[in-house]
């Protein structure tokens, strides 16, 4: 009944920018935290920004200062905006959203399929 779907991912350059976005979608009744998780190769899942749905934000160390969540809860969607990228970012981002089904009219976790991201020269 809902879906996340994942786009921005790619290869950059250091130092580059790429913004990803996460669009949620389907019998959504109500939307409360989405973020962003990423995993690099042999290491585990980690959170990477979190959105609250009254709009608080919370950012992994590693990345505080270069990367900017943001949502437009009008559309269900959340972006990450990131700058100043190093090759240690490299990883894939997964999108994550609690939401409430309509049609079930439960609340559950949702995860989407993951996007690239590298960072290299």
């Known amino acids: 009944q809902v879906q996340l779907v994942e786009s921005g991912g790619g290869l950059v350059q250091p130092g580059e920018s790429l913004r990803l976005s996460c669009a949620a979608s389907?019998?959504?009744?109500?939307?409360?935290?989405m973020g962003w998780y990423r995993q690099a190769p042999g290491k585990e899942r980690e959170l990477v920004a979190i959105s609250v749905s009254g709009g608080s934000t919370n950012y992994a160390d590693s990345v505080k200062g270069r990367f900017t969540i943001s949502r437009d809860n009008a559309r269900n969607t959340v972006a990450l905006e990131m700058n100043s990228l190093n090759p240690e970012d490299t990883a894939v981002y997964s999108c994550?959203?609690?939401?409430?089904?309509?049609?079930?009219?439960?609340?559950?976790?949702?995860w989407g399929q993951g996007t690239q991201v590298t960072v290299s020269s």
């Open positions: 994550n959203a609690v939401v409430k089904d309509g049609f079930r009219n439960r609340w559950a976790t949702y």
């Open positions: 389907g019998s959504i009744f109500s939307l409360s935290s």
